[in-house]
């Protein structure tokens, strides 16, 4: 204030003294905002408290905002940390030149990701610097900050709560409200101490009058109040007019002034006494902003440096330019008084500044310093009357693209939505739509960013430019969604490839990865891994980084659960390469990630679990929740292999804490179907039943088949078979869509109960995969079983016996070898089961067993339940949550039920029930409940088998013609012809599997087995019908809750 001292500020000077000197060393920070009208006061209050906070001990470093527009991106900080600098108390990497000039590499490939690692870099800075000395930051004029510095100051402030820094930042409130600075600001005192700086009272006024003139009567002194309503700015300004206008008879009355004009008027009296030639310089100083650089100067007016330096002292003694502290550099005394001046200076005259500005800034930039390719948009736009239209667009192009690789996104679309204002014609430039279309999808706005890139596209085909149009279509499909199949944007590819001359390499083999993830997850995956290994190879090692990072990324995403793990592993072991080095840490973890799902799903966990390790020390060191909160999840998914249940619910809790913040939708979908998955592996039947509902809502927008196949499954695993088989039935043998996790899933009902068709399809899809796990990969991070025991399933029920035997066998050594131990107790169960169908209940005894005694280690419960067991007789027992009694009494069962007891005679039958309801949830197998006193059942022969060999030799010579013929006919679309031979083949198929049963051997009429099955199952039928006959209420229900099969179990429903 014209070098008055500060006047009715001392309450707010005692408070932020206090603020940001009371807390100690690890103490939570301090934040303090100015805010308050033009003119009222926030600089010069914010100077006096840094010189009382600098005299306690502190060092206080400043940054301020350009007021007038064209700074670099994050100007204030730009300032802030050379003033640390400066003062020593920073170290060379962290040096404002090269943090910056790393900024502006940054990778277009995770634009996220990029700014988040330059935000880190800051508060590494910061917290460094503060850890040196006590801090205190200063921010000026934050309503004229760009969004990036205002998202900066938001992270580093929320980040660095822990340390003891002071922030004192000012703004103008009124003039962010209703603009996108307001959410940020007000984020921004949510944890700041607010003053809001009121008009200065009476006294201060009289303060600053008498600091300023002296004696002064009394009615002048009272109007002075009473006009200036007191704002401190417009006080000054008054009284300096007054003295310009009287300087040698004191100050004149004040109603001689132009009041009612405001600073306009004020000002315009102060630069009255200037003459024609500093006006004129002055004129040109305000075109460029408040900060006047010398160098700038001379450009804007052609004059030399010492004609401006005599210029600029006769305005220093005006009071309107003030010496900056570096040598060439003055300010403006307020922002105010630049607008005055400017208002009153003829467009053509500041658009002439401007113009001359920017040319010379070109001449800069093009001898080397990409520095000023910003500032230089700025001034073309302001100066574009005096120059060449397709020079501004270039410009502005060029900054926005520099405003975007500095990770400002916001101030890379401001710089394109500015020249559509000042260039209407810029909208149908192609360029210029591209780039827009870019900023826009960076920032989320991705319907926008869609019309415009569309409206690119179209005028691309008009120019017959057939690049712009390819780089429009890659813009347009830049953001990939998981299971999002957009076919609008496969249309625009297709589109674009065909505009594309043959030399155009390299963009073809961009928009060719981009059509596989596209498509993913495929219909056509053979297709769709054609179109992404062609993209590969069009590519070479000496092809732009940028391009085979591009490439591979979405390569990648097209072969993610459906290309063989050997190929992604190569692939994605190349993208990690290639992103260290370019120092891209966020594309480094996505290739790591990728590798680690791609080493477990070909079974080499001491490799994974190597990556893992090196995968926890890059996010911790990034510091990011959107990266960290899956890292838990990759240790869930080893642990669920292994059996360590408790570990996997500590790693899914802490997943949960950390992505619960997020608001990511992708987290409870991720978390939904991991838990789902963790289900299936521990084989817990009442949580599957439980968390069905959710993990369908999770994939609702993933392809049919995989849901299809999820409900199928739970109903199975609940014996619900029928249900399962109405499931399977709507699929195609085609399986679009489905993955090796989803076929994992199909082959464990379709064995059972699926058409023999299906069966074949899950087969064919999955015998390529021998030797690999049906894991799901990056999305939900699970540990499934190993493909050759799904193989297993599938050759024994199409009764290739052999083939089932080698495929679990190899099941067995692949789980031992890679120590997942659950995995392997189902592999166990299954074999078993298929041992006792193929007429070997010694070895399926053994097997099962085995299975049974590492499912109880396990507490894997459906497993444990499985056994053979040798109880020679059955005790009393009664009905969980019901009042039943069975009971042997001589010749007769007594039953009691609730209040009743009746008796029953004792049928074969009722021996085999009572020993399933005494262990309700137990799989017993059917030899075991026939046999008697628990000893073996003899073999007393049988009726041989149900086909014999050559009846068998004409069934299976017919399915192989009709095999052959369902293609021919399906290849030349005969539609129903070839529908009734398909069902003739399903009709024999079903004979073969009948005759063969699930193992593959050929079936014999009365096998052990066989003939055991058939009698359990009479017997229990009549058992049940005699209860029924006393009771039909529990008849009714130990029918529904009795199942039967090769193995028997009763499950009994929840009491009510």
């Known amino acids: 204030m014209g070098g008055t001292n500060l006047r009715g500020r001392s309450e707010e000077l005692r408070l932020i003294e206090q603020a940001v000197t009371s807390p100690q060393t690890g103490a939570l920070s301090a934040v303090v905002a100015l805010v308050g009208d033009a003119g009222i006061g926030k600089s010069m209050l914010a100077s006096a408290a840094a010189r009382r906070i600098q005299e306690s001990g502190r060092v206080v470093v400043w940054g301020r905002a350009w007021e007038g527009g064209g700074q670099p991106p994050f100007w204030p900080w730009r300032m802030l940390f050379e003033d640390l600098a400066a003062r020593g108390l920073l170290s060379r990497s962290e040096a404002p030149e090269r943090l910056w000039c790393r900024a502006a590499g940054g990778s277009s490939m995770d634009p996220e990701q990029s700014r988040l690692d330059l935000f880190e870099r800051v508060a590494t800075a910061v917290t460094s610097a503060a850890q040196k000395h006590q801090l205190v930051c200063v921010l000026e004029d934050l309503h004229a900050a760009d969004l990036p510095s205002l998202e900066l100051l938001h992270f580093v402030a929320q980040c660095l709560r822990h340390l003891s820094i002071g922030w004192l930042l000012t703004w103008r409130g009124a003039e962010t409200e209703g603009t996108s600075r307001a959410p940020l600001l007000r984020s921004i005192t949510k944890s700041a101490r607010l003053l809001q700086l009121a008009p200065l009272s009476s006294d201060a006024m009289d303060q600053i009058i008498d600091d300023l003139a002296g004696h002064t009567p009394d009615d002048l002194r009272n109007a002075l109040q009473l006009s200036t309503e007191g704002n401190p700015l417009f006080l000054v300004e008054t009284l300096a007019s007054l003295a310009s206008r009287n300087a040698t008879k004191g100050l004149g009355p004040v109603g001689e002034l132009p009041l009612a004009g405001g600073v306009v008027a004020m000002v315009s009296e102060r630069t009255a006494a200037l003459s024609e030639p500093v006006r004129t310089s002055l004129q040109a100083a305000c075109a460029l902003g408040r900060s006047v650089d010398l160098h700038a100067w001379i450009r804007a007016t052609e004059l030399n440096a010492d004609r401006l330096r005599e210029h600029a002292a006769q305005l220093e003694v005006a009071g309107i330019l003030r010496r900056d502290k570096q040598d060439g550099h003055w300010m403006l005394s307020h922002e105010l008084v630049r607008l005055a001046i400017l208002s009153t200076t003829a467009p053509a005259t500041l658009c002439l500044a401007r113009a001359r500005v920017a040319r010379a800034l070109d001449d800069q930039v093009r001898a080397g310093d990409i520095s000023r390719i910003g500032e230089r948009a700025h001034f073309a736009i302001l100066g574009r009357g005096q120059l060449p239209v397709a020079s501004v667009l270039q410009w502005v192009l060029e900054g926005s693209d520099q405003a975007r690789a500095q990770c400002a996104y916001e101030e890379s679309l401001a710089i394109l939505e500015r020249a559509a204002e000042a260039l209407p014609d810029c909208e149908g430039q192609p360029g210029w739509l591209l780039a827009l279309g870019r900023a826009q999808a ?140 370019q120092g891209e840490r966020g594309v480094e973890l996505r290739g790591l990630s990728r590798l680690i799902t791609d080493h477990l799903e070909l079974g080499d966990t001491v490799r994974a679990d190597l990556l893992i390790a090196d995968r926890q020390a890059i996010v911790q060191d990034l510091g990011q929740p959107r990266l960290i909160w899956t890292q838990p999840l990759f240790r869930s998914m080893r642990a669920m292999g292994e059996g360590r249940w408790q570990d996997c619910e500590r790693s899914i809790q802490e997943a949960q804490a950390i992505g619960t913040e997020l608001q990511d939708p992708n987290v409870g979908r991720c978390l939904a179907v991991h838990r789902f998955h963790l289900s299936l592996a521990r084989g817990d039947r009442e949580a599957l039943r439980a968390q069905e509902s959710s993990v369908l809502e999770a994939l609702r927008t993933m392809p049919s088949v995989l849901t299809t196949a999820i409900r199928a499954l739970v109903r199975y695993r609940w014996d619900q078979l029928e249900h399962a088989r109405e499931e399977l039935a709507v699929l195609t043998p085609q399986l679009e869509h489905a993955a090796t996790t989803t076929l994992a899933l199909l082959s464990e009902v379709a064995a059972d109960v699926g058409s023999s068709s299906l069966r074949r399809a899950i087969l064919t899809r999955l015998a390529p995969l021998a030797g690999c796990y049906a894991n799901w990969g990056l999305f939900a991070l699970t540990s499934g079983p190993p493909v050759s025991a799904c193989l297993g399933l599938l050759h024994a029920s199409l ?58 280690e396990l507490e894997m419960p459906m497993v444990a339940s499985v056994g053979l067991t040798t109880e020679s007789e059955v005790a009393p027992i009664a009905m969980p949550g019901v009042s039943l009694v069975l009971e042997q009494q001589g010749a007769d069962w007594c039953v009691g039920f609730g209040e009743q007891t009746f008796l029953v005679p004792d049928l074969r039958g009722m021996k085999m029930l009572a020993r399933l309801v005494a262990q309700p949830g137990r799989e017993i197998h059917v030899l075991d409940l026939v046999s008697e006193d628990g000893a073996a059942l003899p073999d007393r022969g049988d009726a041989g088998e149900v086909l014999d060999a050559k009846a068998l030799g004409q069934y299976r010579d017919r399915i192989r013609d009709l095999t052959l013929e369902v293609e021919r006919l399906e290849a030349q679309n005969e539609g129903e012809p070839a529908i009734a031979a398909q069902r003739e083949l399903e009709v024999l198929q079903s004979e073969v599997a009948r005759a063969v049963g699930l193992g593959g051997r050929r079936r014999r009429a009365a096998a052990p087995a066989e003939r055991a099955r058939t009698s359990t199952q009479r017997r229990l039928r009549t058992a049940i019908r005699k209860i029924a006959e006393q009771n039909p209420l529990l008849g009714e229900r130990l029918a529904r809750e009795i199942r039967t099969g090769t193995f028997c179990i009763y499950l009994p429903e929840e009491s009510d």
């Not at 131990?821 to 053994?846: M, N, T």
């Open 799 to 856: 009764g290739e016996t052999e083939q089932a035997r080698q495929a679990f066998e190899e099941g067995l050594a692949q789980s031992t070898a890679a120590g997942l131990s659950a995995q392997r107790v189902w592999v166990r169960r299954w074999y078993g089961g298929f041992l006792a169908d193929s007429g070997q209940p010694e070895a399926s005894r053994a097997m099962l067993d085995r299975a049974k005694l590492e499912a109880d």
């Open 442 to 581: 960076v920032l989320g706005q991705v319907q926008a960013a869609r019309r415009t890139l569309d409206s690119a596209m179209a005028r691309a085909r008009v120019d017959g430019d057939a690049r712009a149009h390819g780089e429009a279509v890659l813009a347009y499909g830049e953001r990939y969604v998981l299971g999002d199949v957009l076919d609008d944007l496969i249309e625009r590819i297709d589109r674009a490839l065909g505009l594309l001359q043959p030399d155009e390499r390299r963009l073809r083999a961009r928009l060719l990865a981009r059509k596989a993830a596209a498509l993913t997850p495929a219909r056509d995956v053979p297709g769709t891994l054609a179109i992404a290994r062609q993209a590969r190879e069009l590519l070479t090692p000496e092809d732009p980084v940028s391009d085979r990072v591009e490439v591979a990324i979405a390569v990648g995403s097209a072969m993610a659960d459906f290309a063989p793990a050997g190929e992604r592993l190569a692939l994605n072991t190349q993208l990690m390469q290639l992103a260290r080095e």
